[in-house]
């Protein structure tokens, strides 16, 4: 099935699955997805400003700008996924984690992490050191980090 152009906002999706389905100009703002389950399926221009789910486990995935700038996260999954662009800017973000996954750019500014696993996440660039507290991380992805640590603390390297 192919959905473009529809208006889904407030909308029981409670329990609906969509398998091998194309998502185009979609709106789900204020929709319940609690138990929905989306399986190999295309989505472009989703619009969802509140988006209400239970677990959320986004696998094998291949997203552009991802923006949950202000969001809340809680329970939020990535795995085998390749982002160009994550923006987690002023993101409370409580139990998510990152498996086998990549990133373009990864923003923190003022996000506010607990139980935030990283390890399972390469990222090429990082905006928003400063919100990486509470996040784990592996001692490779902190030794990729020195520079930017340096530059941030302002430590200069002399010899």
Known sequence: MSFVGAKLDGRCLAGVSFTECTFQDV?????????????????????????????????????????????????????????????LGGAAAHRLAFADSR????????????????????FQELAGLEGLRGAAMTPFQIGELAALFAAHFDIVEKT
């Open 27 to 87: 709106s789900v703002d204020g929709a319940d997805q609690r138990s929905a389950g989306f399986v190999d399926v295309a989505i472009e221009r989703l619009n969802a400003p509140v988006f209400s789910a239970e677990y959320v486990e986004f696998r094998n995935c291949k997203l552009g700008y991802v923006n949950l700038r202000g969001a809340e996260l809680q329970d939020v999954l990535f795995t085998g996924c390749i982002l160009d662009e994550l923006d």
């Open 103 to 122: 990133v373009r750019r990864l923003d923190l500014t003022a996000a506010k992490l607990k139980h935030v696993d990283l390890r399972g996440l390469e």
